[in-house]
């Protein structure tokens, strides 16, 4: 056999990564060199490289032009440098015979070490793991891939230079960025929650002996287990407590399509969507946290209200829709700035059918029946999306609800804006806004609960009065309101609890949560039991409002269930050691600030100050002990291996009994055979340990060190010792592994023996607690529903309470809600700027608002809380008609009979800051708020049933959509015209202000007029075109005028009061009339407007002839309105 023939050796390139925060030395080439192996280069690394063993991956092989031809083709393969061992080759193995020729020659060797067509052809090789997260980030391409390694989780490549500056983390020279797993939460949030980003989590998993043989000896794995997106977050802590995080799916129906051909629909059938398709939408949402789940069939007019409403963090569409940039839904979500996700079709959920396994009971049978195809469509999307997210977890949903039939009422997203439900205008905060103003919640899912309620009031007057009958009780009892609320206080949040272990992600120390809500919900029951009974002290109080108020307690008292739910919890307190889970976080703290400490040594040592500032303080505190000398032994080392921490109690099962037991029986042989070898060996240092690297030891220092152990002294040779010889011969032998000037380490066959079994019991022990863990939470799944209705009565309880003490503290009473489609509200108050004015110790002026028909009846629920009677019905309206009479009628005291029926519409004038757009948005507010159950700022209210709220307030441009101030305003007037029904709630501000005063005018009188003779609704409409006014009359709108729109507008007004200084006053106080002047010059000089600017503006009113006095109860003649009238009737044709 010839040798083989040796060919010149190129050099080999190598990249080294590290996983620390040391920098990188270069590594210097290799020299490859021929094996007596087939298929196998040694790559060698000089004597003068520095680079570790520990900063070296294997490489990829990777093939030359030409190696097919030869049958041992040689690959570069990089082996990492360990300990010398010792190979042993079979002959058979070794390749036999004449080397084949080659038919053509070796490709030439460029200087980088490859050939020009590797070159070109290939990227260059990186170490396993690299090529690893390479496959990871060309299969999930749209996603930011967190790679774990050991104690960290890495960024590669191109990403790392992307999000590195982002994550704060300094890149390494190879395009690699590495941060600690306690800190992943910290880098999510960045990248989902601040950044929108989708990120993959790819997790190590170790490769069992057949896939470390086919890796090439890799211990780990590497595959992405979830993908993090912004509406799929589950329990991260950055989550917002207080918000739901809902993903909506929406689905697209093409017109004229039958509900077999939706059924049937595949991910092509979308590619041609038409731009105006105004047909039907489905939707669907869930929140992942909770498992709450909605469908609910829409159009695109409606979608941006809806969407309001819900707040999606993400929205998913077919991926079909994703190239199509013209099409119109794509433009509202632009528009509304929503992250847009795109799905591949629905996979295999296309029935209702297909949900079931990932739901928690089965769908309402009328839920079941109602559901539209679009809806089941856009509810298979959406799971198959969320699917995917979750890559195989599994989870446990509510039943799908579906909202047309929850009778709530409609809030659009102008409404939602203008009257400040969830966040002021201005800067989007939280504080100044009505669910600021009126959340006394001492939970966090019953904070949520109620931004649920209040973003989608309740229509249904039987829900409203149990709601105000709760909210009484607890009112009327202030010991058993702060009874509740001290209880709720202990209990946790159950809704995203439960879902925890639904996803199969809880812990004990959730269980241990859960069986504290359950123990909390007894004591909830039993208080509310107590109280529940027949009430002697009724004297002077309406018997039937309290029998009512008796039944709100034991109708919450019967939706509780707690049979199975306490078995579940004594169980859970049986089975978990409190204690032990105590001292185990307290192990992983102490564990943590080792690292962290470790850390901070290490930048101080190679980083800069900038570096530093990364860290947490608790770090440099650590850094400073360990420094000083002056740390303190660590938790894991107090307890040692002698007194490991356990997680469940030895009595949870029988098996861990048993275990614990015989652990406890080699545990005492441990401590026996500890004291017989100190006799024996003649060392009372002598300890029995394990350690990583020499396994179980027997650990002497000291004086006994100095000397060489063994089982006995030498005996001389005599016939008497022979026996004694020969024990002593077959007595286990000393090895002894490490010796040091003070310390030396041995092993003993009887210690090794005993410590295996140490470790086997130990070991089951730990399995036998995973199991009884898998069964504890197994409970709870089948618990689900159960545990889910128990935290909707609590959240309910958690409501009714913060809405008695809000009523409390703030004053509030009990308001009539009716069918009737009336609103009387006397000594009104605005919710949230009245709490600012009494910070900046100032008060509010209360005022009335008395609109809608008299007719329309309905039953009524009883009046609750302090105030005033209701008005009775009015006389006949007087006959006469004059203009100036009719601006100076006074205004109505609210005791006395009103002279004159309610009308539907107020139209409001007033000079500027005097409170017009205040109190619009306070009667809107009061009527939610009544909607909701709650109290209202008032001294008396009776609220009729408003089925939508509309809000036309405020002014603000869309320059990205290429939409002026006056067309935004336009768009929210259409909407409200053509959306409103004789049942809605509309409150107009400033129509018509985003142009001339002509046009302005003729605008706003047209609007006025068509809500007062098509929409027929509740109305307030404030304006500073005072000819409306005039208008009105002309056309027989007012209070008093025959004809079939008469007595549909009424006239208020504010004012200014000045004194004989100069000095003025805003009258807040609204009275019958009209203002003909807004005062706009004394707003001007309160701004800081220039006095020359204000002396200029007040000579040019002169000059039209305006004449610029105070404001009397008469009003004001401004001259030229006759013109104004004649161009606005003109305009309405």
Known sequence: MLPPRRASVPPLRIACLSSSARPILPCRAATLGWSIRPNVTAALLSSASRATAGNLRRLRPSARPGDVHRRHALAPLLQACGKKTRTTVSLDDLPQGLVVPLS??????????????????????????????????????????????????ELYLEQAEEYGPLLNLKIAHKKTNAGPVPMLDRFLKILVQD??????????????????????????????????????????????????????????????????????????????????????????????????????SATLGSLSSILSRVSPREVVLDRALECDENNALLSILQDERYLVSYSSGSGNLRSLADWRPVLESDIAAETATAITADEVQAGSLLLHYVGDRLRGLSMKLQPPVRHETMHVMTIDKNSMRALELKQTIRDGAFRGSLLHAIRRTVTKSGARLLSEWLSAPSTSLEVINFRQNLVARFLEDEDLRDAVVTLLRRTHDSQRLVQRFALNRGDPDDLLRLANTIKATEDIVSLLKDSAGPRSQTKGKNKDLVEQQDDCLAVMIGRISLDHPRKLAQAIRDAIDEEGLVQRHQIEDSEAGEMMALAQEIVKAEGTDQDGTILPKVASAKAAKRKNGTATTSIRDHYGEDNEVWIMKPGASDLLSRLHAQLADLRRQKEELTETLRVRLGAASLTLRWTPGLGHICHVKGKDAKRTPSMSPPLESSPDNEQQQQEQQEQPQIRTLSTSRTTRSFHLPEWTSLGESLDATRLQIRGEEQRVFASLRARVVRNLVRLRRNARVLDELDIATSFARLAAERGLVRPTVTAAPQTVILGGRHPTVEGGLEEQGRTFQPNDCIIGS??????????????????????????????????????????????????????????????????????????????????????????????????????????????????????????????????SLVIMDEVGRGTTPEDGTAVAFAALYHLATVNKCRALFATHFHAVADLCAEHGLRVGDPGENGGSVDMYCTDVAEDEDGGFVYVHKLRRGVNRQSHALKVARLAGVPEEAIRVARHVLEREGIEITSCSQEGITQHGQGRDSDVAVAALG
């Open 104 to 153: 053509e020659p070796l490709p030439p060797v460029t200087a980088g070490g490859g050939t020009a067509a590797e070159e070109d052809n290939e990227g260059p090789a990186y170490p396993t793991v690299v090529l690893q997260a390479r496959r990871n980030m060309d299969k999930f391409d749209n996603c930011v891939l967190l790679t774990r390694v050991g104690s960290f989780y």
């Open 195 to 296: 950044y929108n980003r989708h990120v993959a989590i790819a997790d190590e998993f170790p490769n069992d002996p057949s896939e470390k043989v086919k890796s090439g000896g890799l211990m780990h794995t590497r595959r992405v287990t979830r993908i993090v997106t912004p509406g799929t977050l589950i329990d991260e802590n950055f989550m917002d407590p207080y918000a739901n995080n809902y993903v909506m799916a929406i689905h697209v129906s093409q017109p004229g399509r039958t509900e077999e051909d939706v059924s049937n629909q595949q991910d092509e059938e979308l590619a041609e969507l038409p731009n105006d398709a105004a047909g039907s939408l489905g939707l669907a949402w869930l929140d992942l946290s909770t498992g709450s789940f909605y469908t609910q």
């Open 854 to 983: 008299v007719g329309g009846g309905g039953s009524s629920s009883s009046i609750g809380g302090s105030g005033s009677s209701p008005p009775s019905p009015p006389p006949p309206p007087p006959a006469e008609h004059d203009q100036q009479l009719r601006d100076q009628q006074p205004q109505p005291s609210p005791t006395q009979p009103l002279a004159h029926p309610p009308a539907r519409i107020w139209l409001i004038t007033g000079p500027n800051m005097a409170g017009k757009s205040t109190f619009l948005r306070q009667t809107a507010l009061i009527t939610i708020l009544a909607q909701l159950g709650s109290y209202v700022p008032a001294t008396y209210a009776s609220i009729g049933l408003a089925d939508a709220i509309y809000s036309r307030v405020g002014s603000a441009d869309n320059l990205y959509a290429d939409q002026s101030t006056f067309m935004v305003e336009m768009l929210e007037t259409a909407a409200i015209l053509r959306q409103a029904t004789p049942r």
